[in-house]
T-cell receptor
Framework: GDSVTQMEGPVTLSEEAFLTINCTYT??????LFWYVQYPGEGLQLLLK?????DKGSNKGFEATYRKETTSFHLEKGSVQVSDSAVYFC?????????FGKGTKLTVNP | DAGVIQSPRHEVTEMGQEVTLRCKPI?????LFWYRQTMMRGLELLIY????????DSGMPEDRFSAKMPNASFSTLKIQPSEPRDSAVYFC?????????????FGDGTRLSIL
């Protein structure tokens, strides 16, 4: 079946560091791809999405590009802040349900 | 706009008791999902509905778990009898036309502790 693999955490960075969280998917066809963020004590929130190859999703300084040739959707941010500390989930669509990765916990220290 | 609303936010009860979790999806959404999140297993899809009809309940762990959606604006997840291993955060999510690759919108969850 379809699956999403994202880098295992936890990831610890200093404020203003560059962030990359890798994500690869296995679905055939052209699923939509998503990044969700979960802050402590809250539900998952949609961070960004891309619906077709070469699309770039962006929000709050985060970006991810839909790469069909490498089946990847890596999340990047040029300068992280303490407030970005959260768990990040990559997910793919394409059917009646989303397939989520296991999540990557990010901690940003001042 | 109001998001997905779950109640209660926290529930602590003794094993053997019946537990009912409630969810109000976003108005107009035609899909509703129930998830469970634990440290050990991560995020698991339990069941989902389309237009109030259960479509896939293969993630429901045992017969002790049941879910209903009597109308488009309300769903329940019930555990009877509850056990300590059911302790987790339960999330409800809704979406519009999920088959069109639409995102899901999550509630803030119910943190369930079974003593």
């Amino acid at each position: 079946g379809d699956s999403v693999t994202q880098m295992e955490g936890p990831v610890t960075l200093s404020e203003e560091a560059f962030l990359t969280i890798n994500c690869t998917y296995t679905a055939t066809g052209y699923p939509s791809l998503f990044w969700y963020v979960q802050y402590p004590g809250e539900g998952l929130q949609l961070l960004l999405k891309a619906t077709k190859a070469d699309d770039k999703g962006s929000n709050k300084g985060f970006e991810a590009t839909y790469r069909k040739e490498t089946t990847s959707f890596h999340l990047e941010k040029g300068s992280v802040q303490v407030s970005d500390s959260a768990v990040y989930f990559c997910a793919q669509g394409g059917s009646e349900k989303l397939v989520f990765g296991k999540g990557t916990k990010l901690t940003v220290n001042p | 706009d109001a998001g997905v609303i779950q109640s209660p936010r926290h529930e602590v009860t003794e094993m053997g008791q019946e537990v009912t979790l409630r969810c109000k999806p976003i108005s107009g959404h035609d899909y509703l999902f129930w998830y469970r999140q634990t440290m050990m297993r991560g995020l698991e899809l339990l069941i989902y509905f389309n237009n109030n009809v259960p479509i896939d309940d293969s993630g429901m762990p045992e017969d002790r778990f049941s879910a209903k959606m009597p109308n488009a604006s309300f769903s329940t997840l019930k555990i009877q009898p509850s056990e300590p291993r059911d302790s987790a955060v339960y999330f409800c999510a809704s979406s519009l036309q999920q088959y069109r690759n639409q995102p899901q919108h999550f509630g803030d969850g119910t943190r369930l502790s079974i003593l």
